[in-house]
Nanobody
Framework: QVQLVESGGGLVQSGGSLRLSCAVS????????MGWFRQAPGKERDVVAV????????YYIDSVKGRFTISRDNARNTVYLQMNSLKPEDTAIYYC??????????????????WGQGTQVTVSS
């Protein structure tokens, strides 16, 4: 079965950096887009960034543009989220996710069928 395992979360001061990783197993990783989402306390889960299966397209929400970078290493079956210039409002549980269908690129949460367990990111002011 498909498994997604995140790592790299933690506590960081405002202006600091973290890199999240998500290792995927159970499928041909290179055929699928990947996404990072986050959910803050009391709020809905929202998309943060998406990368297409061939890395030809990347999507970011406006609030993280210029600060976050999504990337993937198909040889390692891993997707990353480099987060720089972190702000307290970035505090949330971060999830990686993958769609069930190959070669599908979308920023809609409804497209994503497989989810990791989440990793906590806390940014102190």
């Amino acid at each position: 079965q498909v498994q997604l395992v995140e790592s790299g979360g933690g506590l960081v001061q405002s202006g600091g950096s973290l890199r999240l990783s998500c290792a995927v197993s159970g499928r041909t990783f290179r055929d699928y887009s990947m996404g990072w989402f986050r959910q803050a306390p009391g709020k809905e889960r929202d998309v943060v960034a998406v990368i297409s299966w061939d890395d030809s397209s990347r999507y970011y929400i406006d609030s993280v543009k210029g600060r976050f970078t999504i990337s993937r290493d198909n040889a390692r079956n891993t997707v990353y989220l480099q987060m720089n210039s972190l702000k307290p409002e970035d505090t949330a549980i971060y999830y990686c996710a993958a769609p069930a269908n190959r070669w599908r690129y979308s920023s809609s949460l409804r497209v994503f069928d497989y989810w990791g367990q989440g990793t906590q990111v806390t940014v102190s002011s």
